[in-house]
């Protein structure tokens, strides 16, 4: 499956941005989608997945200035950023797992960069 992800920017600290990210049609189900984040000379973390039933997982650094929601019959996650911050700054990945047959594939996107100005 192809993710396309869009919503990335430059913003100010405190400011917001919303991103998403689109995946094409597939036969196979798509189980938690969500958003990943690397910033230069760090390690990819989790930002947030949700599961087909709309529940929500946070990294601890979102703090509820986050908030992921999907659309299943669109097969769309959405991600809401408030009070960015300049540690914010990273390029977002948007992600997928896919279930095919038993196995679990995980699907990448390509990347949508956030530049947090302080």
Do not use: H
Not at 1 to 12: D, M
Not at 25 to 40: C, E, H, K, L
Not at 42 to 55: D, M, P, Y
Not at 60 to 74: C, E, L, P, Q
């Amino acid at each position: 499956v192809q993710l396309q992800a869009s919503g990335g920017g430059l913003v100010q600290a405190g400011g917001s941005l919303r991103l998403s990210c689109a995946a094409s049609r597939t036969v196979f189900t798509i189980n938690d989608m969500g958003w990943y984040r690397q910033a230069p000379g760090k390690q990819r973390e989790l930002v947030a997945t949700i599961n087909t039933g709309g529940k929500p997982n946070y990294g601890d650094f979102v703090k509820g200035r986050f908030t992921i929601s999907r659309d299943n019959d669109a097969n769309t996650v959405y991600l809401q950023m408030n009070s960015l911050k300049p540690e914010d700054t990273a390029v977002y990945y948007c992600y997928a797992d896919l279930a095919i047959g038993t196995v679990d594939v995980d699907n990448w996107g390509q990347g949508t960069l956030v530049t947090v100005s302080s």
